[in-house]
């Protein structure tokens, strides 16, 4: 059986860091009120010269170097993100052209903070059906753009990153002691849309808009929908709680990390948090916790990694890895 074998991750962050006691002349909040009610303590913004073409390049080259790889090995590009440089083209297709590539192909994929977990499962498709054999992966986004900076209950929230890696064809025996993507589940529902969205958009208004949330209401669905999801690529894999080695999950709120780990009787020890130092930063979110887990030598060859998000729209997702 075809496993695609993650061999390299990557990262990136913006120059500048915001503090949360930076908000507090901003809009009324504080750095108590945010980090009690969210975990946050700070994130990355993004300067002028900094995209999520940029960003998501400097994560690319990163997660090639730790591949031992080139631009050239790769066959395709997917590129998470709901903050694209351009209405069109993709943005994977600069990232593209920035790496040097001229050849494979490259698309975005859109699904806002799962977008890493559908793009992880996009790649293991198309390696399993051989078109392609090795995939760059990248999640790279820059909130801060579409955020409403007078809005004390979003902007506090996200920030800008982004991750990437390299995944392989590789042979194995179909089970889940094999190396690479074991098992994984999708899921959406277009009829939360209202209560995680962006007020603007090329066919609407014309215009970027601004990222609007209902926040009880997705705090409320989170945990019930991310533990769902994760139950049944459990029960794909034949596997339990217990079998896990880390928990990487999208980095929106420390509360709702929490509760969900909880209810699905994952140890505390085995849950890689970042939102303290990075905030929510959508699609980036997830690799830039699986690079920091990596490269502080937690997550190890052969050890079970549970991915899993939750976005607008609502999108959610999980995938399980063998590292």
């Known amino acids: 059986m075809i496993r695609s074998v993650v061999l390299g991750v990557g990262s990136a962050l913006p120059r500048?860091?915001?503090?949360?006691?930076?908000?507090?002349?901003?809009?009324?909040?504080?750095?108590?009120?945010i980090a009690q009610r969210t975990g946050i303590r700070q994130r990355h913004i993004a300067s002028d010269d900094e995209t999520t073409a940029s960003l998501g390049e400097a994560a690319a080259r990163a997660a090639l170097?730790?591949?031992?790889?080139?631009?050239?090995d790769i066959d395709l590009i997917v590129l998470a993100t709901s903050t694209p440089n351009n209405t069109f083209p993709a943005t994977a297709v600069e990232i593209q052209h920035r790496l040097g590539m001229r050849h494979g192909f490259a698309f975005d994929m859109q699904a806002v903070?799962?977008?890493?977990?559908?793009?992880?499962?996009?790649?293991?498709?198309?390696?399993?059906?051989?078109?392609?054999?090795?995939?760059l992966v990248i999640g790279s986004e820059t909130?801060?753009?579409?955020?409403?900076?007078?809005?004390?209950?979003?902007?506090?929230?996200?920030?800008?990153?982004?991750?990437?890696?390299?995944?392989?064809a590789v042979e194995g025996e179909g089970t889940s002691a094999?190396?690479?993507?074991?098992?994984?589940?999708?899921?959406?529902?277009?009829?939360?849309?209202?209560?995680?969205y962006v007020d603007g958009g090329p066919s609407t208004t014309q215009?970027?808009?601004?990222?609007?949330?209902?926040?009880?209401?997705v705090f409320k669905h989170a945990v019930g929908?991310?533990?769902?999801?994760?139950?049944?690529?459990?029960?794909?894999?034949?596997?339990?709680?217990e079998d896990l080695d880390w928990f990487v999950p999208h980095q929106a709120n420390k509360r709702i990390i929490d509760a969900s780990a909880k209810k699905l009787g994952?140890?505390?020890?085995?849950?890689?948090?970042?939102?303290?130092?990075?905030?929510?930063?959508?699609?980036?979110?997830?690799?830039?916790?699986?690079?920091?887990?990596?490269?502080?030598?937690?997550?190890?060859?052969?050890?079970?990694v549970m991915l899993e998000a939750m976005g607008g729209g609502f999108t959610w997702g999980a995938v399980l890895i063998r590292w």
């Open 113 to 135: 903070c799962s977008g890493f977990v559908y793009a992880v499962v996009t790649a293991d498709v198309y390696i399993k059906s051989g078109m392609a054999k090795r995939v």
């Open 178 to 196: 094999d190396r690479g993507v074991i098992a994984s589940s999708l899921r959406s529902d277009g009829s939360h849309k209202e209560k995680l």
């Open 65 to 72: 170097d730790a591949a031992g790889m080139k631009p050239d």
């Open 266 to 304: 994952i140890a505390e020890e085995k849950v890689v948090i970042t939102v303290d130092r990075h905030g929510n930063t959508s699609a980036a979110s997830v690799p830039l916790a699986l690079s920091v887990a990596v490269a502080d030598g937690r997550i190890q060859k052969g050890d079970l």
């Open 225 to 241: 929908m991310i533990t769902d999801v994760i139950e049944e690529t459990f029960g794909q894999a034949g596997i339990t709680a």
């Open 207 to 217: 215009t970027v808009g601004h990222l609007r949330m209902e926040g009880r209401e």
């Open 143 to 168: 909130f801060s753009r579409i955020l409403d900076w007078t809005d004390r209950g979003t902007c506090v929230l996200f920030g800008d990153g982004a991750g990437a890696i390299v995944v392989e």
């Open 16 to 33: 500048r860091i915001m503090k949360n006691a930076d908000f507090e002349g901003m809009v009324e909040t504080s750095d108590e009120w």
